[in-house]
């Protein structure tokens, strides 16, 4: 080779590394747009599904937290019922207590008052038999002295009385 083939021989080549490393810097840039277009389309992704992500649990959360609240509700509503139920049914058992009380003492009352009325019976009627018997013993002697008086009269043929 000559020496005018050689200089322009090593422009061309200096062209042509010039070039290829354009290239290759261009096809480097391109590259990089690339994967920076590439990350950002990545992190956008990312990022929608990070925050449907975060809304989904928010949501979960939300449900959950209102379903523990309604739960707690329905207890705290429950244990009022029930509250309310036992009151009631202790008001009734006290008032037929005091129902059951006051017909003890009633029949207490009725019981006194009969066993008064049978005892003031009793008496009359203890009277009423004595009289009675007394009454029948006298008629007893009345007869039997009659009959005495009556036998000696006519046995003795005398007619006074002693």
């Known amino acids: 080779m000559n020496a005018l083939q050689l200089p322009l021989l090593t422009v061309i080549t200096q062209q042509n590394t010039q070039n290829l490393l354009a290239s290759v810097q261009g096809f480097a840039g391109l590259n990089t747009q690339i994967q920076q277009g590439?990350?950002?389309?990545?992190n956008a992704i990312c990022a929608s599904e990070t925050a449907a992500l975060t809304r989904s649990f928010q949501a979960?959360?939300?449900a959950e937290k209102c379903c523990c609240e309604t739960n707690l509700n329905i207890e705290r509503q429950a244990e009022a019922t029930r509250a309310l139920i036992r009151d009631q049914f202790a008001q009734s058992q006290a008032v037929l207590i005091c129902d059951l009380k006051s017909q003890i003492q009633t029949r207490d009352f009725q019981l006194s008052q009969l066993s008064t009325n049978v005892s003031?019976?009793?008496?009359?009627?203890?009277?009423?038999?004595s009289?009675?018997?007394?009454?029948c013993l006298l008629r007893k002697l009345h007869r039997l002295a009659a009959a005495n008086?009556?036998?000696k009269r006519l046995c003795t043929g005398r007619f006074n009385r002693r």
Do not use: C, D, E
Not at 120 to 129: A, F, M, Y
Not at 131 to 135: E, N, R, W
């Open 60 to 62: 979960q959360l939300a």
């Open 149 to 151: 008086w009556s036998t």
């Open 120 to 129: 003031v019976g009793v008496t009359k009627l203890t009277r009423s038999i």
């Open 38 to 42: 590439t990350n950002t389309v990545t």
């Open 131 to 135: 009289l009675l018997t007394s009454s």
